[in-house]
């Protein structure tokens, strides 16, 4: 019995190439065990739809297992990997034109992917965004006042301590009276962005640049007081920019996986 198998992101594809039988695990609800039956071993894989086993006696493993416990424990991996960790960050910032010098955007990090510790997620080998909920206020009460800002977010890639570039995902503008709110909200549950550069093209990229290289520190969801988290590839950030003088608070709201 000769096995092909793939490890597709979201599902587990199995194959066997004797009688050319294919299977499509979902890594949601697949579950891997060994099963015995007298002497006899098999790893077995099932998702509640379909169901395989490889024999631990008459199996020709995959190019790169040594054998059928190496498989079984990569098996483990791939599903462990797969499952994604789900959970919400939020940026929060209050002030009189956030970026003092003019135009200079203020930049944060919205997830820090490297970071298993403080944020709610467990891997750490992309992030996926599902919602993004972006929200701003003039509030320059009992004082009547106008804002104009841009609000801009995305993924960091090719980070080093030369530059970074920026990877924008959505970029809002809003032109904000006194007390007046605005909101927008991106919803991406049937196709989550993919906050990697080699499966993400845009038509608005900041390239190569020094604001975001590793050794610059910015506020985060952590702190929005404090800045001491470093850049990295592969983390969301956001910039904000004023274009004129105001006073206004912001909000970002993200929903995403990591795998």
């Given at each position: 019995m000769a096995i092909e198998l793939r490890d597709f992101?979201?599902?587990?594809?199995?194959?066997?190439?004797?009688?050319?039988?294919?299977?499509?695990?979902?890594?949601k609800t697949?579950?891997?065990?060994?099963?015995?039956?007298g002497s006899n071993a098999a790893i077995a894989i099932?998702?509640?739809?379909?169901?395989?086993?490889?024999?631990?006696?008459?199996?020709?493993?995959?190019?790169?297992?040594?054998?059928?416990?190496?498989?079984?424990?990569?098996?483990?991996?791939?599903l462990r990997r797969a499952v994604p960790s789900f959970g919400?960050?939020?940026?929060?910032?209050?002030?009189?034109?956030?970026?003092?010098?003019?135009?200079?955007p203020e930049r944060f990090i919205i997830v820090d992917l490297s970071d298993t510790t403080n944020y709610p997620h467990e891997y750490t080998n992309r992030i996926e965004i599902q919602h993004i909920k972006i929200v701003a206020r003039e509030t320059a009460l009992p004082a009547p006042g106008t804002v104009i800002l841009s609000f801009k977010t995305g993924f960091l890639s090719d980070v080093d301590r030369t530059d970074g570039t920026?990877?924008?995902?959505?970029?809002?503008?809003?032109?904000?009276?006194?007390?007046?709110?605005?909101?927008?909200?991106?919803?991406?549950?049937?196709?989550?962005?993919?906050?990697?550069?080699?499966?993400?093209?845009?038509?608005?990229e900041d390239e190569n640049e020094a604001a975001w290289a590793d050794t610059?520190?910015?506020?985060?969801?952590?702190?929005?007081?404090?800045?001491?988290?470093?850049?990295?590839?592969?983390?969301?950030?956001?910039?904000?920019?004023f274009w004129d003088a105001g006073t206004a608070e912001i909000e970002i709201l993200v929903?995403?996986?990591?795998y």
């Open positions: 992101g979201g599902a587990i594809y199995a194959k066997d190439t004797t009688n050319g039988n294919d299977y499509t695990f979902s890594k697949a579950e891997i065990d060994v099963v015995t039956s099932s998702d509640g739809r379909n169901a395989i086993s490889f024999p631990f006696s008459d199996v020709t493993l995959p190019t790169g297992f040594a054998d059928i416990d190496a498989l079984y424990t990569e098996l483990q991996t791939w919400y960050a939020k940026y929060w910032r209050s002030g009189t034109n956030l970026n003092p010098a003019g135009m200079t920026l990877e924008t995902i959505t970029k809002s503008n809003f032109t904000l009276g006194n007390a007046e709110m605005g909101e927008q909200d991106y919803y991406f549950n049937e196709n989550p962005i993919v906050c990697d550069s080699s499966r993400y093209v845009t038509f608005d610059q520190t910015y506020r985060s969801t952590l702190d929005s007081t404090s800045a001491d988290t470093n850049p990295g590839s592969g983390d969301l950030v956001g910039q904000v920019t929903g995403y996986n990591t």
